[in-house]
């Protein structure tokens, strides 16, 4: 019957295809605007580009200069009043319902446009369909679905409609910089969210992509998913794409005691993972060793101290400011070893210009966490001298 339109599929078989259509979307998303057009990680046959961009207006209506445009100069102004949707700044709930609103009111600055929307498409196509008509893409897909599946057809078009809206602009955009889990303590508020990585196309891995926003694969722990990579993995494999630029692996030599250039340039590469490494081996262990210890009286003030001692201090309130004091008042190894992460993150702020300052304030640092007394922090002084930017050769 005409109702049931042309395909006449059974409701779980809709289901399945709506799936597959809006699996389409996000791999256009993740792939095409996020990771070739924005941060430009990796590089796309014309055909492939091509595809995703007449895919995109079908689906979205978005134009691939304002996403990108809108999209780089939330990295640049991450967290400010000048990001387009910040969630600190704007509030979660508002990112959630209103993400798209956010996006269509920065789509309209042509100041953001000019700044960050740089080597963008620009052809007959771009000017005259795509970026002229771009109602008459999501158009001509509801017709579309109307005669393929009739009246849940419809349906099918209002569930593309939302899928970006609902899953990047709101939960990626929104809870992404809220909740959920960090790897590193990059300078601003993004986070992980998981199990999402079929929905959102491994967009949830907010955390590692805000720290190596560069970076082709947006996971870093055995136990991440990033589907996109898998599909620019395929894609490579029928020569379809080229992957630029990952995430940098941290080299460690066994037995490497001497610290020396290519130790500093590879902790310089690699700072994010080593302070994540910091937090793991030295935070952690010195936490529960005083938590152990401590009277019941004091013992509420070290709650999450490995989260707080951590943290990202320009993402510190008052109040997280306040317990930091209280517990580092509480155990002078504490004060310790906070005060030398604080010391280690500065080296790099203050000498990575300058290698052989950076070597230097390095050589300072392992020397003091050495004379420190704290086994774990010694242990932590020793590892540092094992990096290198070259892995171990057999």
């Known amino acids: 019957m005409w109702y049931n ?21 996000i791999v256009s998303v993740t792939v095409y605007l996020h990771r070739y057009s924005a941060h430009r990680s990796l590089e796309l046959h014309p055909a492939l580009k091509h595809f995703f961009r007449f895919w995109l207006w079908m689906t979205t209506a978005m ?3 304002e996403w990108t445009a809108i999209h780089r100069k939330h990295h640049a102004k991450c967290e400010t009043a000048d990001d387009p949707h910040s969630p600190v700044v704007k509030g979660v709930w508002t990112v959630l319902r209103k993400g798209a609103e956010l996006y269509q009111i920065e789509a309209k600055n042509e100041e953001t446009l000019r700044i960050y929307g740089k080597n963008c498409p620009d052809d007959w196509m771009e000017r005259n369909v795509y970026a002229r008509f771009p109602i008459a893409g999501v158009t001509l897909m509801a017709l579309i679905d109307i005669a393929l599946f009739g009246a849940l057809g419809l349906t099918v078009w209002a569930v593309q409609m939302v ?15 809220a909740i959920g889990y960090r790897n590193f303590e990059c300078r601003d ?19 590692n992509h805000h720290t190596y926003p560069n970076s082709a694969k947006l996971s870093v722990k055995r136990w991440e998913f990033d589907m996109g990579w898998a599909w620019i993995k395929l894609f490579s494999l029928f020569g379809l794409a080229k992957v630029q630029r990952v995430a940098p692996i941290a ?3 066994e037995g490497k005691g001497n610290l020396d250039m290519d130790t500093a340039m590879a902790i310089l590469n690699n700072r994010f993972q080593i302070m994540a490494q910091y937090r793991k081996l030295v935070i952690g262990p010195l936490v529960k060793q005083e938590l152990a210890k401590a009277d019941a009286s004091v013992r509420h003030s070290f709650r999450r101290a490995k989260r707080l001692l951590s943290r990202e201090t320009s993402l510190l309130d008052e109040r997280h400011q306040a317990r930091i004091a209280a517990m580092l008042e509480q155990s002078q190894s504490l004060k310790v070893i906070y005060e030398k992460r604080l010391a280690l993150q500065q080296i790099w702020v203050k000498t990575s210009a300058n290698g052989h300052d950076m070597l230097a304030a390095i050589k300072d640092w392992v020397q003091e966490a050495e004379a420190s007394g704290i086994q774990s922090l010694r242990d932590f002084a020793e590892q540092l001298k094992t990096y290198s930017l070259r892995p171990a050769t057999a």
Request: charged share 10%.
């Open 189 to 207: 508020a993004a986070t992980n969210l998981v199990p999402w990585g079929i929905l959102i196309g491994g967009e949830e891995l907010h955390n």
């Open 251 to 253: 080299h460690r030599v």
């Open 63 to 65: 134009n691939t200069r």
């Open 163 to 177: 899928w970006i809206p609902l899953w990047a602009a709101g939960v990626v955009n929104g809870l992404g910089h």
């Open 5 to 25: 339109g042309f395909l006449d599929l059974s409701p779980w078989q809709l289901v399945a295809v709506t799936l597959v259509l809006t699996h389409i979307t």
